[in-house]
């Protein structure tokens, strides 16, 4: 259709995230010399949506022009896939013929005079010297749809159709990956399994290393009538020792910083509180005691850079709840690794970044399980890690303490380094994208190995040079909930695990049954002291690194079983959520009844068995199913 001559209007938007650096680019492609090649390029700094202004094409014709995105961000590689738009430039259209002339008045009354008309002619069309383009969208309802670049990496739907909804990243359906949902579902219940029915709240104290700051605690003194979960008996407590500890760091200037004292009654204070409210909330507050007890209120600036990073990284993804770049993933999981109390600031500052730039590309399940694995990934990993063994513990000058800290490192960094894996893994089946963070799970991985293991150093830094400030900065130890905040807490926990399994089962009768199966020995763990206790059952049951390789072995069979035999899709993943959860639930019940008992006796061949256990498992976890 003609129109007068005007420079051509561009306008779309992209399928976020958008990175600081991506750009939109117009080419065209028609091999005409007197045309310019590069129409636009719009940096989109961090905008979803683009438009630009052209000149008009110099000659009448057919134009192919090419709509690219560049996103040079780490996660999605080098360019998109063009999308192609073809321009129909012709010739202006004539102007209408003039009208004729009013019929001339006669001096006479009486009489008039019609003259003949005569035949007017009509212009012939002429080219015009400046040919002009129009969109190619018509009164409303549009015929063409708004243009949207393709991610990298994936086909461009063809220009008939509308976009692919959400954001053209691709869809993730979990029946076109059985094989990766059972491997994902083979590692959850593995370290569910580990982690114990109580939850990460109790099968991770442990790496609190509560036990080591009674020991620091009780060699500074305990004022008598001191109230535990009150601010001002934690600065009482504070004055006692801080003048002179039994470390070096207790005697250095590390940790006085502005308003250390009060940082230290808050860091004790707190979740003393908060154990019998929320106890998870109190574990992850004691998660970073030892770097309160090295830099003092100093920790704080952790805190806001997490608060900042979260923040940057829901801008970069436009509000949506997906995996930002690589970059910004990283820097986020390693301050979760430090400090499980920056992870979960980290994860506010997402939230409100998402709730301050909305977004629609996700719908609200999808927005919502997408936010709650990365919730598990910026916070719960050094809690999952710790469930397996302590990242602190009281020291001693021995064989044995020295090749149980060996231990300590080498199993927590593997677990950390293997939950990541499976977490990132998992983010494409919660949002229901094919999300490129999950192509750097393995890299994500090595990273949180090498993260604990330096955490862990420092754990042991603390422990021997501040122990005294360890005392301080945490609580020497925290109360025990309620059944009633327990049964609360398992029902939650419940309805976490049926609103996940969800995306990847669907709605059927094996969810229900599978959730039931799950919350069962959490309910009856919290009345375990009813059931008779077996001290032999107790020596007998696995724990820690020989748990997960049972755990390992029974999950790949069962696994295996199901691919092998089942050949519909739906089916696998169905019958295999059932089947993965009992080896579980098996170890919960038995444990029931053998939940109290003496320690195993520590010697060196078993400790080698261990060792050797260790190497059968990373095996089994590197060469997968």
């Keep these: 259709m003609p129109v007068s001559a005007q420079p051509i209007h561009f306008a779309g938007t ?16 028609t091999a005409n010399p007197a045309d310019p090649p590069q129409r636009c390029d719009i940096p989109l700094s961090g905008s979803t949506t683009w438009a630009c202004d052209a000149s008009p094409p110099e000659a009448v014709g057919d134009y192919e022009l090419r709509v690219t995105w560049f996103a040079p ?6 360019i998109s896939a063009p999308t192609v738009l073809t321009l129909h430039v ?4 004539p102007p209408p013929p003039p009208p004729p002339p009013p019929p001339a008045p006669h001096p006479t009354p009486t009489s008039t005079h019609t003259p003949k008309p005569k035949a007017s002619k009509t212009p012939k069309p002429k080219t015009s010297a400046s040919p002009t383009y129009y969109p190619a969208i018509v009164p409303p309802p549009p015929a063409v749809p708004p243009v949207v670049p393709v991610k990298p990496g994936t086909q461009a739907p063809p220009a008939a159709l509308p976009p692919v909804p959400p954001a053209q990243i691709g869809a993730w359906d979990p029946t076109d990956h059985p094989k990766t949902v059972l491997g994902i579902g083979i590692a959850s ?6 982690v114990g029915p109580a939850g990460l709240a109790i099968g991770s104290a442990a790496s609190s290393g509560l036990a080591a700051v009674a020991v620091a605690a009780s060699a500074a003194s305990s004022a008598p009538g001191s109230k535990k979960g009150s601010v001002k008996s934690a600065k009482v407590k504070l004055s006692k020792f801080s003048a002179e500890g039994s470390g070096g760091g207790d005697r250095s200037a590390t940790w006085r910083t502005p308003g250390w004292q009060t940082a230290d009654a808050w860091g004790t204070a707190a979740p003393s509180w908060l154990a019998t409210r929320s106890p998870l909330a109190a574990r992850i507050l004691i998660d970073g005691a030892y770097v309160r007890a090295m830099i003092g209120s100093a920790w704080i600036m952790g805190a806001l850079g997490a608060l900042g990073l979260g923040l940057a990284s829901a801008h970069s993804t436009g509000g949506a709840a997906l995996a930002p770049s690589l970059a910004l993933t990283t820097a986020l999981l390693v301050l979760a690794l430090f400090d499980a109390t920056w992870g979960a600031v980290g994860i506010l500052g997402f939230g409100f970044g998402m709730l301050f730039w909305h977004s629609d590309v996700l719908g609200l399940a999808p927005s919502v399980r997408s936010f709650m694995g990365l919730a598990a990934l910026w916070f719960a990993i050094p809690l999952i890690a710790a469930a397996a063994r302590p990242f ?40 229901g994208l094919d999300l490129p963070i999950a192509h750097h799970a393995n890299r994500l991985a090595v990273i949180a190995i090498v993260v604990v293991l330096i955490r862990i150093v420092m754990e042991e830094v603390a422990a021997r040079r501040y122990p005294l400030r360890l005392g301080a900065a945490a609580p020497e130890a925290l109360p025990f909930a309620g059944p009633g905040q327990r049964l609360l807490a398992t029902a939650l926990r419940t309805a976490v695990f049926a609103f996940i399994a969800l995306a990847f089962i669907g709605n059927c009768w094996q969810l229900w049954v599978g959730t039931a199966l799950f919350a069962l020995p959490q309910i009856l763990t919290i009345y375990e002291r009813s059931f008779p206790n077996s001290e ?24 295996r079983l199901v691919f092998e035999v089942l050949k519909n899709p739906d089916s696998m993943l169905r019958n295999g959520f059932i089947l993965l959860s009992l080896p579980g639930l098996a170890f919960s019940l038995l444990g029931l009844f053998g939940h109290e ?8 061949p078993r400790q080698a068995a261990g060792g050797a256990v260790l190497l059968v498992t990373v095996a089994l976890v590197l060469t997968g199913w």
């Design 536 to 559: 032999r059952l107790k020596l007998l049951l696995p724990e820690g690194i020989v748990k997960v390789l049972v755990m390992l072995l029974i999950g790949t069979f069962f696994g």
């Design 14 to 29: 992209v399928a976020g995230p958008v990175g600081p650096f991506d750009r939109v680019a117009v080419a065209n492609f």
């Design 189 to 194: 219940f593995t370290l569910l399994t580990l």
């Design 392 to 431: 602190r513990r009281p020291v001693a000058e021995s064989g044995k303490y020295r090749w149980d800290r060996l231990a300590d490192a080498v199993i927590a960094s593997l677990i950390a380094g293997w939950a990541t894996q499976k977490t990132v893994g998992g983010l494409p089946g919660l949002s």
């Design 90 to 93: 012709v010739p202006d259209a």
């Design 597 to 604: 008992g003496p320690d195993v006796k520590w010697t060196w």
């Design 73 to 78: 961000d780490p996660p999605f590689g080098d």
